[in-house]
């Protein structure tokens, strides 16, 4: 969606940076605070964003008048009972811009579209036993036109474009996968994301499948109660993200919180131990096989993710073995960052993240933590969805999040 500039503002946020700034970048940078801020508390008054901001009431007034003309704010009812006048409290409107979000899982594929606040209009799910591209392609040029006829033509202007949330190197796991040898070999030279904007509006941005799950956390969800907190993912592979001083920590390359390939020890069938990654242990694709030993397909867990009840003694003999790893990845974390908070959450139900942490906990204070900050381990609040809501929550943070680099762009 095209964004009008704003009129000339007095003043930005205080801040002290090493060069200029124009004022294009100060608009659009107060503009993307005043969001984020109104996005984290839910509503605020413009006593309120000028309190939290610095800005005089005159430019909180200025700013948040044109975001209400251009329909990303709602006012709400009158605060009264206060001396003076009844303030109004201002919060997201849902149908301010929308975002398209497309997971590619190892086992699964979504796609999703998402309105302004994290509300999911739409979902399309596909399952397969791996990911290959042009099935991939072909399934979101099937439902990508009904996700988006769903809202009527003036709301699809306000779509902003489109986020991938993609495992890195897919064809590094043919063997885990159980797949065919070079089944996945298409995925070398395969760009995602070019071939998905011939059939998506707007820009198209692919960001780590574990990675966009924790930015919908801490974006949407409850991590962000926590100023720094590491973030456990678990689907067919665990994976993970970072956030520090409140905000998502990609790393480098964009691979930071890859906690499945941390070693932890783990028990074998005899009793003896020995050193492995934790993807080994506390990876949805153990569960599978345990329960392919004893006749029960591992595919039932995607085509039945919100209901494992069925599979209570497997899924309970895996959550043993995960939480044990869980637990001595926790103390790694903890030797390097004193993170406030672990989150735990996963592509499985709610019973089974609430009982994997309960276990997590336990094994925890089972450890020689000697030296080691304390730290809270805490079940995510997104579930299955998180990976989802955190690719369609991409274009919406490109044109909306808080951005300081807005301040310096030509």
């Keep these: ?41 839910g509503r605020l008054t413009k006593v309120d964003i000028a309190r939290l901001t610095g800005l005089s009431l005159q430019t909180t007034t200025v700013v948040m008048n044109r975001l209400e ?28 811009a929308y975002g398209l979000g497309m997971v590619v899982g190892r086992r699964a594929c979504e796609l999703v579209l998402m309105d302004f606040v994290a509300g999911v209009r739409r979902r399309e799910r596909l399952t397969y036993p791996y990911p290959l591209p042009d099935q991939l392609i072909a399934f979101a ?15 699809q202007a306000r779509i902003c474009g489109t986020g991938i949330a993609m495992p890195f190197e ?65 689907a067919t592979f665990i994976g993970g993200g970072i956030v520090l001083n409140g905000s998502l920590f990609p790393g480098r390359s ?10 932890v020890v783990a028990r074998g069938p005899g009793g003896g131990a020995g050193v492995q990654q934790l993807i080994r242990s506390a990876s949805l694709y153990r569960l599978e096989r345990q329960l392919g030993a004893i006749g029960i397909a591992g595919s039932q867990l995607w085509e039945q993710p919100d ?3 069925r599979f209570s003694g497997p899924v309970d003999a895996w959550i043993e073995e995960a939480a044990e790893g869980l637990a001595q990845a926790i103390a790694s974390c903890l030797a390097v960052v004193d993170f406030e908070a672990m989150v735990i959450d996963g592509a499985f139900p709610a019973a089974v993240r609430d009982k994997l942490v309960k276990r997590t906990v336990a ?47 030509d």
């Excluded at 439902?143 to 033509?153: E, H, N």
């Excluded at 964009?254 to 499945?260: E, I, L, P, Q, T």
């Excluded at 079940?379 to 991409?394: K, Q, V, W």
């Design 363 to 409: 094994a925890f204070a089972r450890l020689d933590r000697q030296g080691l900050t304390e730290t809270r381990i805490v079940a995510g609040t997104m579930g299955r969805a998180a990976r989802a809501i955190g690719g369609a929550a991409l274009p919406l943070l490109d044109t909306f999040g808080r951005d300081l680099d807005v301040l310096f762009k």
């Design 1 to 41: 969606m095209q964004r009008n500039p704003l009129p000339d503002d007095p003043g930005p946020v205080h801040a002290s940076h090493g060069r200029g700034t124009n004022q294009t970048g100060v608009r659009l940078y107060n503009e993307r605070l005043i969001l984020s801020l109104i996005r984290r508390h």
């Design 254 to 263: 964009g691979n930071a919180g890859a906690f499945g390939s941390m070693p």
């Design 307 to 309: 209901d494992w009840t």
């Design 141 to 155: 040029g099937r439902t990508l036109p009904s996700l988006i006829a769903t809202l009527p033509p003036a709301a």
């Design 170 to 234: 897919l064809w590094n796991w043919e063997e885990v996968l159980e797949a065919p040898k070079d089944a996945l070999a298409g995925w070398h030279d395969f760009d995602m994301a070019a071939e998905l904007s011939r059939l998506a509006p707007g820009p198209v941005r692919v960001m780590n499948d574990a990675t966009a799950a924790c930015a919908a956390e801490l974006t949407f969800g409850g991590g962000s109660a926590y100023r720094d907190f590491a973030y456990f993912y678990i």
């Design 69 to 96: 003309a251009d329909g990303l704010l709602l006012a709400g009812e009158r605060q009264r009972g206060r001396i003076g006048q009844p303030a109004v409290p201002y919060l997201l409107n849902p149908d301010g």
